[in-house]
């Protein structure tokens, strides 16, 4: 592999040079990955993989506005084998489950023995792109060189809030979750409440089964007083319910599923005294434990002690949720119960996102029964409503996949 200091120095240079005229871009090149691996090798370089979908607009600004720079394309074209996978086409489909590739767009750096050493998500403007693919080639200072020296022991500040901030900025939620709570946990439980520690602990430490979170929420009331109620609450509140998120996305993917049955205990056991917010987070997690095991049943049996009982939170939007993860994971026997409670709901909720929504439910179920004119008309009508909330100015729900 070329020098780091050459390489550097060329970057600093491309970096700094003002283009006075647009004619070079990165060039990709085309080969099946195992090609690709093999020539990484060959040539002692690293692979620059743009992970990106047909849809995704930051790829296709990246492309066409960074991509297309003289400095970037010069860096890239003469310090990396460029390629690029369409993650929903061909090889591409396995190699974003390989990669664990979960947003677009992703820039992974990987050596010839497939190990990958860097990773940029989503765009920045060229020179922020350029010096963040230098790091590439300090390898020791990227997230995954820091992830050795953590893994292998190594759990002094100055490694883990690396690491930490690695992590966060590659949106790898997870694994700092883990990785937050190995330091924490570590750390004098006194040290938890301090100023310093408390900041780091809101970005980083999301997990409830680690002891220092268990911690901090059996002294929430000291921590209020100390630094706001509502912020500390709010806190708890996030924390618990991004990791029932992460608990359901585990049991979907099948991964990680000993530090999502972990999770799941913690919020139970956290949770049993109860505040306002226990009942909706606790029934999110029956709901998603349900289904993780294949209890329909009891799941639509809990949806409609959910639809019957006024006071519950958010009750629209659970069933809503709930009622899609039915139509995409349950037999077919459950997708009338699914269309009863959108309905229901399309009944007595007049606004526009609920329509939407509903209407998407609906034509989710049609087209799964195999009612596909029917199906169609529903896709229509709810283009139509999103169209009518564009021209107000108000926000639409996702669409979701048939």
């Known amino acids: 592999m070329r020098s780091i200091k050459t390489i550097m120095a060329a970057l600093a240079c491309l970096t700094a040079l003002s283009a006075t005229g647009q004619n070079r871009e990165i060039v990709f090149k085309e080969a099946d990955w195992k090609t690709q691996l093999a020539n990484a090798k060959k040539e002692n370089k690293l692979i ?8 995704c607009g930051p790829c296709k600004m990246m492309a066409k506005d960074v991509f297309t720079k003289d400095s970037v394309a010069d860096l890239f074209n003469q310090t990396f ?12 489909i396995a190699l974003k489950d390989k990669f664990g590739v979960n947003a677009f767009p992703t820039y992974l750096f990987i050596n010839g023995d497939g190990e990958v050493v860097h990773k940029i998500v989503g765009s920045a403007p060229a020179g922020e792109f350029m010096q963040e693919a230098g790091k590439a080639l300090k390898p020791e200072s990227t997230v995954f060189g820091l992830a050795k020296k953590f893994d292998g022991g190594d759990h002094s500040e100055a490694i883990a809030l690396a690491y930490l901030e690695g992590l966060d900025k590659a949106y790898e939620s997870d694994k700092m979750g883990r990785v937050a709570k190995v330091y924490f946990d570590g750390l004098p439980e006194t040290a938890l409440m301090e100023t310093r520690q408390w900041d780091l602990i809101q970005k980083y430490l999301n997990t409830p089964s680690s002891s220092a979170f268990a911690y901090l929420y059996a002294h929430k009331e000291q921590l209020g007083t100390k630094y706001g109620a509502d912020k500390v609450e709010g806190y708890f509140q996030q924390t618990f319910n991004r990791s029932v998120y992460s608990i359901k996305s585990a049991y979907e993917k099948k991964r990680e599923l000993k530090d999502a049955q972990e999770r799941a205990a913690a919020i139970r056991k956290l949770l049993a005294k109860g505040t306002e917010y226990s009942k909706p987070i606790l029934t999110q997690l029956d709901l998603t434990e349900y289904v993780a095991s294949n209890q329909w ?18 009750k629209n939007a659970l069933i809503l949720g709930a009622a899609n993860d ?11 119960q699914a269309l009863n409670w959108a309905i229901q709901i399309s009944a007595t ?6 329509k939407i929504q509903v209407a998407d439910l609906k034509k989710r179920v049609l087209k799964k029964q195999g009612k596909i ?3 169609e008309a529903m896709g ?8 009518e909330a564009s021209q107000k100015g108000q926000m639409t729900p996702p669409m979701m996949k048939d």
């Open 81 to 92: 084998i460029n390629v690029k996978y369409d993650m929903e086409k061909g090889e591409g």
């Open 380 to 387: 229509l009508e709810a283009m139509a409503l999103r169209k």
């Open 48 to 55: 620059f993989f743009d992970a990106y979908t047909s849809w």
């Open 349 to 354: 909720n007049p606004d526009l996102f609920t």
């Open 326 to 336: 039915m139509v995409s994971m349950a037999p077919v026997k459950y997708y009338p």
């Open 297 to 314: 049943d009891k799941f639509s049996a809990r949806l409609n002690k959910i639809w019957n009982d006024d006071s519950s939170p958010r």
């Open 373 to 375: 004119a029917d199906a």
